[in-house]
């Protein structure tokens, strides 16, 4: 089901349709309160829980990423032929700039081990779509994105690239760690409560656009990973696991490389 355009909606089909999905929900809580027998004390240390998460910075968005916002990508980008979408996560930035050729994210020797990532993109009909923008964006090896963790420069490991005529793309980055989401505060609380890990497998996010296709973000897991199966926000899709490569160069420093092709749906 496609989801709804609640922009076309009349101000009582709005509240309608909220009181709905409002009612579903308590309703959906309210019969595991009963299934499970929940005391007032049990519902106590709830409200207690969600009274500390409330005061704490960026907690309630942060909560509601890791148990909600794969459903929220699985319904608004349902798989149809093209590759599957991904949740954009909270570390998006627009405007990130528009690479030269030959294309690398801006980077520091510190950031980690370079990673030449090539592929293509093309359209569900197999089509090549050339002058495709991949807007890019990732952590270094140690977890870190530009504008959310403290000293690392503006638009690091952040960039935009265009595919060739044949559709073709390659930028030089490094290989992104996996990524602890902060876990000390109350969703980290309850993580550790239920025996649940903290971290998401390394990957790197990319928003896909073209005049004659549907935008596509997604994002793209390597093997091996040790967080690939146990991802903290259930976010891993096999089909977005791609394989690293190593290689040494001249100097015998180890490099890696890897590989994907997009497909995008029509427009
Ligand atoms: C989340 C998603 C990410 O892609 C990321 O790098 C960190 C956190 C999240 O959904 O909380
Ligand atoms: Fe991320």
Redesign the pocket.
């Given at each position: 089901m496609p989801t709804t355009d609640t922009t076309t909606l009349t101000p009582q089909q709005t509240t309608a349709r909220l009181d709905a999905i409002v009612t579903e929900i308590v309703d959906a809580i309210a019969n595991t309160i009963a299934k499970h027998n929940v005391s007032y004390a049990e519902y106590r240390r709830a409200t207690d829980w969600l009274t500390r998460a409330g005061g704490q910075v960026h907690e309630i968005p942060l909560l509601l990423d890791v148990f909600l916002a794969t459903a929220v990508d699985n319904v608004n980008n349902p798989a149809d032929g093209g590759t599957e979408s991904n949740i954009e996560?909270p570390?998006y930035v627009p405007g990130a700039p528009r690479l030269e050729q030959p294309y690398v994210l801006a980077k520091r020797a510190s950031d980690g081990e370079t990673l030449i990532f090539s592929g293509t993109a093309t359209s569900s009909d197999g089509a090549p779509l050339a002058g495709a923008v991949l807007d890019v964006w990732q952590?270094n090896a140690a977890g870190e994105y530009s504008f959310i963790h403290p000293g690392v420069p503006e638009y690091n490991l952040r960039g935009q690239l265009v595919s060739d005529a044949n559709g073709r793309f390659q930028f030089e980055t490094v290989v992104p760690a996996p990524?602890e989401i902060p876990a000390a505060g109350a969703t980290g609380e309850v993580l550790a409560t239920l025996g649940r890990p903290t971290w998401?497998p390394g990957?790197i996010?990319f928003k896909i656009t073209h005049d004659d296709a549907r935008p596509l973000t997604t994002?793209i897991y390597f093997e091996g990973d040790p967080w690939i199966d146990c991802d903290v926000v259930g976010a891993v899709k096999k089909p977005l696991i791609t394989r690293l490569d190593r290689h040494e160069d001249k100097t015998n420093r180890t490099y890696a490389t890897c590989a994907y092709d997009f497909v995008l749906q029509s427009a």
């Open positions: 996560g570390f952590a990524y998401r990957h996010h994002q």
